[in-house]
Every structure is written in structure tokens, then in C-alpha cells.
């Protein structure tokens, strides 16, 4: 499967953004998809996670409350609803897929190439 995020871009604080990540290939609904971010000098950090019919759902604490992660399989396609933003939230922010939920990139083994943003104060 083949991933694409989108929907980045600059914001101001208390903003809100809904990222995208759009895949091609008919195993779609089969994977579960997971958000990563990445802050400048930073590892890749989780920021949530839903399982491949959209019934099981994992947020970092760091985001819980502010971000929800959907889905679209007749779409094929995860979102991201961001809201509440703050500085610290600035990165790069990814998408990818595995087979069961979890917090663990190194379990994902489909990655979209990223997508900015920015928070400013």
C-alpha cells in the first residue's frame, strides 16, 4: 500500500488543522494506520493510532482530547482532526500502516512521506 499525507501547513495557536492520508491499493481497509511526528532534532514520536475498521482508537497523552483520527475505507483514507493547536505541536507529521495497532513505529511498515506544520504563537 502506498501512502500520501497532506492537509499541513501554518497555523496559529488554539488553530486547527485536519491532516489527510490518502492510500492506493485494495488491502487498504485491511491495515491499521497509525500518525507520527517528528519535531526538528527530535525522534519520531506516536500521535495516535485506529484499527482497520475504525472501531479501536490510541491517542499519546500529549494529544488526547485535541486531535481525532478517522476513517474513510470507501475513501481510503485516515484523517486527523487537530485542534487546540499549540507550539509544541509543530512537525512533520506521517502516516503509516501495520497490521495490528501500536505505538511503535518500527511495527509500521508502510510510511507517507510526511506532511508539515507549524504552530505559531
Known amino acids: 500500500v502506498q501512502l500520501q499525507a497532506s492537509g499541513g501547513g501554518l497555523v496559529q495557536a488554539g488553530g486547527s488543522l485536519r491532516l489527510s492520508c490518502a492510500a492506493s491499493?485494495?488491502?487498504?481497509?485491511?491495515?491499521?494506520i497509525g500518525w507520527f511526528r517528528q519535531a526538528p532534532g527530535k525522534e519520531r514520536d506516536f500521535v495516535a493510532t485506529?484499527?482497520?475498521?475504525?472501531?479501536?482508537?490510541n491517542y499519546a497523552d500529549s494529544v488526547k482530547g485535541r486531535f481525532t483520527i478517522s476513517r474513510d475505507n470507501a475513501k481510503n483514507t485516515v484523517y486527523l482532526q487537530m485542534a487546540s493547536l499549540k507550539p509544541e505541536d509543530t512537525a512533520v507529521y506521517y502516516c503509516?500502516?501495520?497490521?495490528?495497532?501500536?505505538?511503535?513505529?518500527?511495527?509500521?511498515?508502510?510510511w507517507g512521506q510526511g506532511t508539515l506544520v507549524t504552530v505559531s504563537s
Open positions: 491499493g485494495r488491502t487498504f481497509s485491511s491495515y491499521a
Open positions: 503509516a500502516a501495520t497490521s495490528i495497532p501500536t505505538v511503535h513505529s518500527i511495527a509500521y511498515r508502510y
Open positions: 485506529i484499527s482497520w475498521n475504525g472501531g479501536s482508537t
